[in-house]
Nanobody
Framework: VQLQASGGGLVQAGGSLKLSCAFS????????MGWFREAPGKEREFVGA????????YVPDSVKGRFTISRDNAKNTVYLQMNSLKPEDTAVYYCARGPQVWNVLRLVRPGTYDYWGQGTLVTVSS
């Protein structure tokens, strides 16, 4: 398994969760990594990306101020810290490998990612 997302679960509104995505260093350590989510009946939505070094990160306005993305290449792991969770954050969350060149216009599009993890379910109760 090259990408393994974990850390999902059931949390009350206002709570926090930290998702992890373990990756195989040979395949992923030189690439940006992204997080997406998919709620039932909705399209896959971008929630954050981080450069291969961790020096650049981008999250959309929809989660800015609540979600933070980070990575630790020594541990071969990308993280998504989610705070102040809302019921509308309920979804399956996926990590994926992005295009090698940092370009936000491309990073927000799921079609530009080539390797995907299996997803982890986050459920936020009201």
């Amino acid at each position: 398994v090259q990408l393994q997302a974990s850390g999902g679960g059931l949390v009350q509104a206002g709570g926090s969760l930290k998702l992890s995505c373990a990756f195989s260093p040979r395949t992923f350590s030189s690439y940006p990594m992204g997080w997406f989510r998919e709620a039932p009946g909705k399209e896959r939505e971008f929630v954050g990306a981080i450069s291969w070094s961790g020096g650049r990160a981008y999250v959309p306005d929809s989660v800015k101020g609540r979600f933070t993305i980070s990575r630790d290449n020594a541990k071969n792991t990308v993280y998504l810290q989610m705070n102040s969770l809302k019921p509308e954050d309920t979804a399956v969350y996926y990590c994926a490998r992005g295009p090698q060149v940092w370009n936000v216009l491309r990073l927000v599009r799921p079609g530009t990612y080539d390797y995907w993890g299996q997803g982890t379910l986050v459920t936020v109760s009201s």
